[in-house]
C-alpha cells in the first residue's frame, strides 16, 4: 500500500522515511513519558533508595522506598527501558548506577537534574494554554503557570550556580570579585527563589545582595529560603519589575537566566546602568546559545527552545510589545541590546556546560 500526500498531484511519499520519522515521534513520546517516570522516581524516594548502586529487586526497592510492589515493578520496567537503570534478567534484580545516581538522586552533585523534573510538569501543564495563546498574542505570564515551574526552575539552575557562581563566574569579572569580598552591593534582577542571592551572600559575607522579582510568591520563598540559609542578615527581596529596579551605587547588577524571559530587555538594561555606582558592571548570565538557528540544533538547543516557546517567550510576551529575545537569543542579540541601552564596553568573560557569561560597562 503506497501513501500520498494530501495535496494537489498526490505524489507518492517515501515510506521508508515515513515510518523512519513515525519511529522517531514514538520515541520522542516515550521519552516524554520517561521523564513523568523520572519525576515520580524522584518524589516517591525511588531513586534515593536506589542511591547505593547495589541491585535490588522490585519487592526490595518497595520495601526500602515505602511504596507499593506493583507501582514500583512496572516503574522499574520502564526505567530499565530508558537505560536509566540496569537490569539482571538472570536474578531479577535492577541496579542504578553510581554514575546515574550523581544525576538522579543526589542533590548535591553538579549534574544533578531530578528535582528539576517539577519544571517538567509545570510546562507541560502550560501547553494549553499557550496554545490558546498562538492566536491571541497576549502572552502567557510567569504567575499564571503550574507552581511547579517555579521550584523545578530552582532545582535545574541550583547545581550550576553552587557550582560556579563564586568561583569562576565572578572572578571572571574585572574586580568583581575584590570588590565584593571588601564589601560591594549587588542586585540580583529576577532572583527567583533566591538560589543565585543566597550563593552570593554565602559567599562574599560582607557584601549585601538585594533579590527582586517580579513574582511576589518566588519572592517569598527567596526570604524563606536565605532565613533556612543564615544569609537573611546579608540579603533582602522585593517584588518589583526589572525596569524599575530600586535603588543605585551597586556595584554588580546580575540577570542569571532572567534577561531573555523580560518583555522589555532594553528597558531593564538602561536601569540597570542607571543605578550601577562608580566602576559597577552588569553580569549576564545566559543560555549558552549560538547566534543562528542552525548552531542550536541540538538535544540542548531542542530543550531550551520548547522551555522557551512555553515559558520565556510566552512570558515576554505578556509583558509588552517589545521584542522578546527567548531563551536561545545567542551571543550577538544579548550584544545588540546590551549597546541599546548604553553598555559600551562587553566582553565574554565565562562559559559553563548550559550557560555563558557576559560582562557589561557602560
Not at 19 to 32: C, K, L, M, N
Not at 280 to 285: C, T
Not at 340 to 347: C, D, L, N, S
Request: proline letters at 6%.
Amino acid at each position: 500500500m503506497s501513501i500520498e500526500t494530501v495535496g494537489t498531484g498526490h505524489t507518492p511519499l517515501d515510506e521508508s522515511k515515513v515510518e523512519a520519522f513515525a519511529g522517531q515521534v514514538i520515541s520522542d513520546i516515550g521519552t516524554v513519558l520517561a521523564g513523568a517516570t523520572v519525576y515520580i522516581g524522584h518524589h516517591a524516594g525511588l531513586y534515593t533508595a536506589m542511591a547505593d548502586g547495589l541491585p535490588v529487586d522490585p519487592h526490595e526497592l518497595a520495601e526500602r522506598a515505602g511504596a507499593h510492589p506493583r507501582y514500583v515493578r512496572e516503574w522499574l520496567g520502564a526505567q530499565a527501558a530508558s537505560g536509566y537503570v540496569e537490569y539482571d534478567p538472570q536474578r531479577g534484580a535492577y541496579r542504578l548506577p553510581l554514575e546515574h545516581a550523581a544525576v538522579l538522586a543526589e542533590p548535591s552533585s553538579p549534574a544533578y537534574l531530578s528535582g528539576a523534573t517539577d519544571a517538567m510538569a509545570g510546562i507541560w501543564a502550560a501547553a494549553g494554554p499557550v496554545a490558546d495563546d498562538f492566536t491571541a498574542g497576549e502572552g502567557v505570564p510567569w504567575h499564571a503557570h503550574d507552581a511547579r515551574l517555579f521550584s523545578g526552575t530552582e532545582e535545574l539552575f541550583r547545581p550550576g550556580y553552587e557550582t560556579f557562581l563564586a568561583t569562576e563566574w565572578i572572578p571572571s569579572l574585572d574586580g568583581a570579585e575584590a570588590r565584593l569580598r571588601a564589601g560591594g552591593r549587588v542586585a540580583d534582577v529576577g532572583c527567583g527563589h533566591g538560589v543565585s542571592t543566597v550563593e552570593m551572600a554565602k559567599a562574599f559575607p560582607a557584601s549585601r545582595v538585594h533579590g527582586f522579582d517580579a513574582h511576589d510568591a518566588s519572592v517569598a520563598t527567596a526570604r524563606e529560603r536565605a532565613a533556612t540559609a543564615g544569609v537573611a542578615d546579608r540579603t533582602t527581596f522585593e517584588t518589583v519589575l526589572a525596569t524599575e529596579l530600586p535603588g543605585d551605587g551597586y556595584d554588580l547588577v546580575c540577570f542569571f537566566d532572567a534577561l531573555h524571559d523580560m518583555g522589555d530587555p532594553v528597558g531593564a538594561l538602561v536601569r540597570a546602568r542607571e543605578a550601577l555606582g562608580p566602576d559597577g558592571a552588569v553580569m549576564l548570565i545566559e543560555p549558552l546559545a549560538g547566534d543562528r538557528v542552525e548552531e542550536n540544533l541540538t538535544p540542548v538547543g531542542r530543550l531550551f527552545y520548547a522551555a522557551s516557546t512555553l515559558v520565556c517567550t510566552a512570558n515576554g510576551i505578556a509583558q509588552g510589545n517589545h521584542p522578546v529575545l527567548g531563551a536561545q537569543a545567542g551571543e550577538q542579540a544579548l550584544r545588540d541590546v546590551l549597546a541599546q541601552a548604553g553598555f559600551t564596553r562587553v566582553r565574554r568573560t565565562a562559559d559553563a556546560p548550559v550557560n555563558m557569561v557576559l560582562e557589561a560597562r557602560p
